[in-house]
């Protein structure tokens, strides 16, 4: 059983990590929206590059015909129209997908807000001492909080020394509110028998 002070901490490290997963699905949104953009510029240049393509080559097979050059152009303008009806499903496809992810941007956005206010009202619980702690590893590393697995951190997966280990099960010299941290990544581990 984790001592009181670490429930607390696991439940702002759990806290922690919600938050910070819609941190970064939402940093993802611009990107992916920048992605479908590319698309579509793409798209309309490769067809704005055919029509050209294909109406000198039409004049160029038919110069000097008068009759069979108009009809050349006649049918560049009709593989043109087909094209363009082709790009425009595809644009508007990509608009969809667009709008979408826009869609997804407010609601990971009032995602977030939640999980903010959770992760704050997590961090009321936890005292002082821990709270620095656990910041001071946060900014550098993620998880803060792991479990040791057979003598080792199960973080960096090293093996952690006697004292901590004793520390991590509570039986430390400050008793079952004393934190242990791993000596090698730092992290404060826990035991999990
Ligand atoms: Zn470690």
Request: hydrophobic share 40%.
């Amino acid at each position: 059983m984790p001592s009181p002070l670490l429930e607390t901490l696991l439940i702002l490290q759990d806290r922690d990590t919600k938050k910070l997963g819609i941190e970064v699905q939402l940093k993802a949104v611009p990107r992916d929206v920048a992605a479908v953009e590319a698309k579509i510029a793409a798209e309309k240049a490769a067809i704005v590059g055919h029509e050209i393509e294909t109406t000198l080559k039409q004049i160029g097979e038919f110069e000097g015909q008068q009759l069979e050059l108009m009809y050349g152009l006649d049918e560049a303008k009709k593989k043109f129209a087909a094209a363009e009806a082709v790009l425009k499903t595809n644009i508007s496809g990509h608009e969809a997908r667009i709008k979408t992810l826009r869609e997804r941007e407010v609601s990971l956005a009032a995602e977030l807000k939640d999980a903010q206010v959770a992760f704050n009202l997590a961090r009321e619980p936890v005292t002082e001492p821990a709270r620095r702690i656990y910041d001071r590893i946060a900014v550098r590393t993620q998880p803060v909080i792991v479990a040791t697995n057979s003598g080792t951190c199960c973080g960096c997966h090293l093996k952690i020394s006697n004292e901590v280990e004793t520390a991590a099960r509570g039986k430390g010299p400050a008793g079952p509110n004393q934190l242990a941290t791993c000596e090698n990544c730092g992290r404060i581990v826990y035991w999990e028998s």
